[in-house]
């Protein structure tokens, strides 16, 4: 009789954590469906870190229990590996930088995070920093702001750009040691986002920069204050219920927006294939999203190829997400990409990578 029960209860668990794998696998690949076609399920990337601890649990469970079970959560571990590696990679000790080309991408949230001292603070980082290109989304609107920013980042900065599609709309920048030759505005629909795609010239050759800023969750500060309240566990179920509804319906709509301009700017890169190009910005989207996936289709991630852990670009608000992006073309790898948190300055923490020429592109020179 005993071991009745015992047999049941392990098929009970054992049908329980293939049901939860299965669900994990539809979660990690959730981003490959167009959120203009499946606006709920294109985002069910969000709970996968929840589908990670649940998988982990098992693997605890059977190596208590029965040991010889274990082979279960790990092969769902396997099933799901390509995208665990881009929500969390692991790289180990990075190249040296040395004879790389470093790039920047920042949200800097208006200069205005917490107080205007944060524009100071955010330049004199720029300045020590002393990349080769800087990426800036949220810039300054005001004509003699960006005239006053200009000149206090000539010197490690000569050249520079900034582009915006309406008077009320976002405003992005490139600061760079290379000449900006031109640029256009890849076309898509949006009130106010936009992206950018930047000709600098370079001792090789030209290469094509994307500034992006794509469309926001538009979450207001009473949204971002009720997913806190949420998150906290003090909220009641009537209350929870209904703000997970609204926040949910939010993400979808922006995520739908997001997927079309995605294929504008993944269009681009289509049509400038074989010329160098670097891509970044801020997607508002995390690494497994359908937004993330279709930009980076004929590119290299620099986060996933030299970074470690989830490296979260966004925490305000109790939101982890990494939803900051470089991502380079195959004339370069990537030595070195990190996110720098101890930047405080903004709601974003900037993303810097160092690129090195291939072994290709040194012999081409």
């Given amino acids: 009789m005993a071991f009745d029960i015992k047999k049941t209860l392990v098929s009970l668990f054992m049908g329980a954590n293939a049901v939860s794998i299965a669900v994990m696998c539809l979660v990690a690949y959730s981003g490959f469906l167009p959120p203009m076609d499946f606006p709920l399920l294109s985002n069910l990337q969000f709970v996968f870190p929840l589908m990670l601890l649940i998988n982990l649990g098992f693997v605890l469970f059977w190596a208590i229990f029965r040991l010889r079970n274990i082979w279960l959560p790990i092969v769902g571990f396997l099933l799901v590996i390509i995208p665990l590696r881009a929500y969390c990679p692991i790289n ?84 760079s040691k290379l000449p900006i030759d031109g640029y256009e505005i890849i076309p898509y629909q949006s009130a106010g986002n936009l992206s950018v795609a930047y000709r600098l010239s370079a001792p090789e050759g030209t290469i094509y920069l994307i500034n992006n800023h794509l469309e926001s969750v538009g979450l207001s500060m009473k949204d971002k204050g009720d997913f806190e309240y949420l998150v906290s566990g003090d909220a009641d179920r009537t209350y929870a219920k209904t703000e997970t509804k609204l926040l949910i319906q939010k993400i979808m709509t922006a995520s739908a927006i997001r997927g079309k301009q995605a294929r504008a700017v993944a269009k681009f890169i289509h049509d400038h294939q074989g010329e160098r190009i670097i891509c970044c910005g801020d997607f508002n989207d995390p690494p497994l999203s359908y937004t993330r996936q279709t930009i980076g289709r004929e590119l290299n991630d620099c986060y996933i190829a030299a970074g470690n852990g989830p490296g979260w670009s966004f925490s305000a608000h109790k939101m982890l997400f990494r939803i900051d992006n470089i991502l380079c073309s195959d004339h370069w790898e990537t030595a070195r990409c990190e996110i720098d948190n101890s930047q405080k300055n903004s709601d974003h923490y900037p993303i810097i990578s160092w690129l090195l020429p291939t072994r290709e592109e040194k012999n081409a020179k």
Avoid: W
């Avoid at 206090?152 to 915006?164: D, G, H, I, N």
């Fill in 92 to 175: 180990g000790k990075p190249q040296s930088t040395e004879g790389t080309m470093k790039v920047i991408s920042y949200n800097i949230c208006g200069f205005h995070f917490q107080g205007e001292e944060h524009q100071t603070a955010i330049l004199d980082f720029l300045k020590k920093e002393s990349a080769d290109i800087v990426c800036l989304q949220e810039m300054t609107q005001s004509v003699a702001q960006q005239q006053e920013i200009r000149q206090s980042l000539r010197a490690e900065y000569p050249y520079s750009e900034f582009v915006k599609i309406s008077s009320k709309g976002e405003c992005v920048g490139v600061f």
